[in-house]
T-cell receptor
Framework: GIQVEQSPPDLILQEGANSTLRCNFSDSVNNLQWFHQNPWGQLINLFY???GTKQNGRLSATTVATERYSLLYISSSQTTDSGVYFC?????????????FGKGTKLSVKP | EPEVTQTPSHQVTQMGQEVILRCVPISNHLYFYWYRQILGQKVEFLVS????????KSEIFDDQFSVERPDGSNFTLKIRSTKLEDSAMYFC?????????????FGDGTRLSIL
């Protein structure tokens, strides 16, 4: 099945710094979503981005489907950005629709 | 914005007992999913459901698990005889009819603790 690799696994930032999180996937996808899991365990949907670029405030994401990767940019990080960021994909022409998650990037933003 | 709601937020159950986790998907969505996340690990697919039947299930979804849409709004996951290793966060998700090129919307999860 499709493999999803996220990097880096852990990231520590000072408040105000910028960061880039990467998601590589091994096959064509027709769905890609980025999630933020907060300290309470809730999965917050950040972007639905199977291709192209989107921005939402301090966050933006880019997916280059032909090269099988996606990037999540966090600018001017805040302590509330701490948590685990997951990339999840759905394989094109494959399963009935389940998302396959990466192992996540654990982000810690220090004040 | 419509949300997927899950109840309870936290369930504590004795090993061997049955547990039912409940979900109310977004009202115009027709595809429903359950995912599981063991503490510190990634989120894993359990089962998908469409038109009152299972569309796909993973190897995790064995005979002790079942899903049901008992009425027009609820979607439930039942674990018949819980084991310690069933302790996890369980997420419900839903998507619209054409689930290709459509995002899945996740609930806040139910944290299941088996004692």
């Amino acid at each position: 099945g499709i493999q999803v690799e996220q990097s880096p696994p852990d990231l520590i930032l000072q408040e105000g710094a910028n960061s880039t999180l990467r998601c590589n996937f091994s096959d064509s996808v027709n769905n890609l979503q980025w999630f933020h899991q907060n300290p309470w365990g809730q999965l917050i949907n950040l972007f639905y981005i199977p291709s192209g670029t989107k921005q939402n405030g301090r966050l933006s994401a880019t997916t280059v489907a032909t090269e099988r990767y996606s990037l999540l940019y966090i600018s001017s990080s805040q302590t509330t950005d701490s948590g685990v960021y997951f990339c999840a994909v759905m394989n094109y022409g494959g399963s009935q629709g389940n998302l396959i998650f990466g192992k996540g990037t654990k982000l810690s933003v220090k004040p | 914005e419509p949300e997927v709601t899950q109840t309870p937020s936290h369930q504590v159950t004795q090993m061997g007992q049955e547990v039912i986790l409940r979900c109310v998907p977004i009202s115009n969505h027709l595809y429903f999913y359950w995912y599981r996340q063991i503490l510190g690990q990634k989120v894993e697919f359990l089962v998908s459901f469409y038109n009152n039947e299972i569309s796909e299930k993973s190897e995790i979804f064995d005979d002790q698990f079942s899903v049901e849409r008992p009425d027009g709004s609820n979607f439930t996951l039942k674990i018949r005889s819980t084991k310690l290793e069933d302790s996890a966060m369980y997420f419900c998700a839903s998507s619209v009819l054409d689930r290709v090129f459509q995002p899945q919307h996740f609930g806040d999860g139910t944290r299941l603790s088996i004692l």
